[in-house]
């Protein structure tokens, strides 16, 4: 499975980025896509994921309502709209993918459930 992440940039306070995670190389129709971040310093933190089969997602704390998770199966691609940033948003973004999963329930799982990552894509929020 590879996994490709972009979309990324500078952006002002209050402007919005897509994110892109492009994925190939699956061999199940079930899996889950998982965006993740990690700030200089800072433990990589769960953002958002989104279910291949039934399209059941889940949303961070610190993301709800200022981001829209979303997949064009026909393009094996998974967005992360998000608006409304902030500076505290500034990190990279990385996309994971955790096979054989059919339904997100209330958590993508963690970074240790995930089984294979893309390359990050750098967020910065700064005026």
């Known amino acids: 499975v590879q996994l490709q992440a972009s979309g990324g940039g500078l952006v002002q306070p209050g402007g919005s980025l897509r994110l892109s995670c492009a994925a190939s190389?699956?061999?199940?129709?079930?899996?889950?896509i998982g965006w993740f971040r990690q700030a200089p310093g800072k433990e990589r933190e769960e953002v958002s994921c989104i279910s291949s089969s039934d399209g059941s997602l889940h949303y961070s704390d610190s993301v709800k309502g200022r981001s829209t998770i979303s997949r064009d199966s026909a393009k094996n691609t998974v967005y992360l709209q998000m608006n409304d940033l902030k500076p505290e948003d500034t990190a990279k973004y990385y996309c994971?993918?955790?096979?054989?999963?059919?339904?997100?329930?209330?958590?993508?799982?963690?970074?240790?459930?995930?089984?294979?990552w893309g390359k990050g894509t750098q967020v910065t929020v700064s005026s």
């Open positions: 190389g699956f061999t199940t129709d079930y899996y889950v």
């Open positions: 994971a993918t955790v096979l054989f999963v059919r339904s997100v329930i209330g958590t993508c799982g963690g970074q240790d459930a995930m089984d294979y």
